[in-house]
């Protein structure tokens, strides 16, 4: 069976574990956020690609939740010694080898797909990965900045609206400002990366993860031909909530579907996607067992969607294909 994901940051993550651990004779095909991608220091960061490849590759942080596990830290203390900024960005010692070998190769002319794969050789994620494309794409978040000094101590000033990287907004102020709109630069401009739609059109089933609605599925169906090709695909196309009981399970899906003026719960974000029907995404619609949610046209069905280990998971995703009669 061919399985085609569409996934973004841990939740995405997790959620591909799940399908390795469910399908491990299948051929599964990961399209990834890279909307969250952003240059610090010189060097070219895929947050969500990595968070992929470590996870499905043995080498994720469980405790800290992202980033290598037995990782160190001295260059970032060094950099702190030197006033290098950012200050509010971690990048330990081991993450840094992954991001100077990607600069070094898309500096070389290297697209980024070609540039995952050879980092995937090394990790080996029983998956395959592909950025969603290989075209610069960076979601930006317009707030109302609070006046700050240059060694960023609050100021007397009145607030000003500027757009801020989507990193910016949910590392170094935890999300806490709000959002008056997302803003998926290059985007529009931006094609699938190859292989990407070939994966969708040649799949059995689509599996939507439970990430971020709006900065990671949204931005994923934001690059052209890509919704176009799970609307013209043969391929059920299932997704799972990333809300129970209200709110996310992870990150700040909360802060975002507002903005767009979507209820957080699972029948807003089903509403939200839409049924392939009258011209949305989804056949069927995953939901957590103590949730209830009605989509048009779309075959909704309650099941335990709490990622606590690879087994739940795994029954997760069985229970997805079974929706697509798989």
């Not at 609070?146 to 990287?165: C, L, S, W």
């Amino acid at each position: 069976m061919r399985i085609a994901v569409l996934a973004g940051g841990i939740g995405g993550a997790r959620f591909l574990r799940g399908v390795r651990a469910a399908c491990p004779d299948d051929d599964v095909t990961a399209v990834v956020n890279t909307g969250d991608d952003v240059t610090l220091h010189g060097l070219r960061i895929c947050p969500d690609l990595d968070s992929v490849m470590y996870t499905l590759g043995g080498a994720h942080d469980s405790e800290r939740g992202w980033g290598r596990k037995d990782e160190t830290w001295r260059i970032k203390e060094e950099l702190t010694v030197y006033g290098a900024q950012p200050t509010w960005f971690s990048l330990g010692d081991l993450d840094i080898a992954t991001h100077l070998v990607r600069t070094r190769m898309l500096e070389a002319g290297y697209p980024l797909s070609d540039v995952t794969a050879a980092l995937c050789r090394r990790w080996q994620p029983g998956v395959r990965l592909l950025p969603m494309s290989d075209e610069r794409c960076e979601t930006h978040v317009v707030v109302d900045l609070p006046d700050e000094d240059d060694e960023g101590n609050p100021g007397t000033g009145p607030a000003k609206r500027r757009a801020i990287h989507f990193q910016e907004w949910w590392v170094r102020h935890r999300a806490a400002l709000p959002a008056q709109a997302f803003v998926q630069v290059g985007v529009d401009d931006a094609t699938p990366a190859p292989g990407v739609v070939e994966a969708i059109t040649a799949a059995d089933v689509v599996l939507v993860a439970p990430s971020n609605p709006v900065v990671s599925i949204g931005t994923i169906l934001g690059v052209a031909g890509i919704r176009e090709a799970l609307a013209a695909g043969p391929a059920p196309v299932i997704g799972v909530s990333p809300i129970v009981g209200g709110a996310p399970v992870r990150g700040m899906a909360d802060a975002c579907l507002p903005v767009l003026g979507v209820e957080v719960s699972a029948e807003g974000v089903g509403r939200h996607y839409g049924g392939r029907a009258d011209g949305g995404l989804l056949d069927g619609w995953l939901v957590h067992d103590t949730d209830a949610a009605s989509v048009p046209g779309v075959e909704v069905r309650a099941v335990p969607l709490m990622m606590t280990d690879d087994d739940a998971t795994a029954a997760m995703v069985k229970a997805a294909l079974e929706l697509a009669h798989l």
